[in-house]
């Protein structure tokens, strides 16, 4: 089955991308997830707008990309959550979180969709968030979560 992307797709691609896929993988979860759209000669027309959309808020290049890794390197990022006894969080902290206490920080402005947090954080403490900042560059920077009653 052919497919034109409309999110980025961990292992797969980015938005844009015109891929090839097993019928049952696109028909029963990038379809109806709103990650693809099915691939037509109409279809592939509105890739062009895709892209636009995409290199407006990608990072520019490796440089600027090793340039925003070197400031997350330096921030500190802290959040604040209710927690119950033994610094259980009521609920998790969600990407979009992440993305607003990074800026909080003073850090860059963020993409919620390239995330990627280890499991879900359910506990207050140090963890450590991944972020794909450009194909060949991720950076890792930690999150400190407080227990707020």
């Known amino acids: 089955m052919k497919i034109i992307l409309t999110q980025e797709v961990t292992g797969l691609g980015s938005p844009g991308?015109?891929?090839e896929v097993k019928d049952g993988y696109g028909r029963n979860y990038l379809l109806p997830?709103?990650?693809a759209m099915r691939w037509t000669k109409g279809a592939e027309k509105q890739v062009t707008v895709i892209k636009r959309a995409?290199?407006?808020r990608e990072i520019r290049d490796l440089g600027h990309a090793t340039e925003v890794k070197d400031q997350l390197a330096g921030l500190k990022v802290s959040l604040s959550a209710r927690?119950?006894?033994?610094g259980r969080l009521f609920g998790s902290i969600t990407p979009a979180e992440i993305v607003d206490a990074?800026?909080?920080a003073g850090g860059p402005a963020l993409d919620?969709?390239?995330l990627e947090l280890p499991?879900?954080?359910k506990t207050t403490g140090q963890h450590n968030v991944k972020i794909r900042l450009h194909p060949e560059v991720t950076a890792t920077f930690p999150v400190t979560v407080?227990?707020?009653k």
């Open 102 to 104: 990074v800026k909080a």
């Open 83 to 86: 927690s119950g006894n033994g």
């Open 119 to 121: 499991g879900q954080i």
């Open 54 to 56: 995409r290199e407006a």
């Open 112 to 114: 919620r969709r390239r």
């Open 17 to 19: 991308d015109i891929v």
């Open 146 to 148: 407080l227990g707020a």
């Open 33 to 35: 997830q709103s990650f």
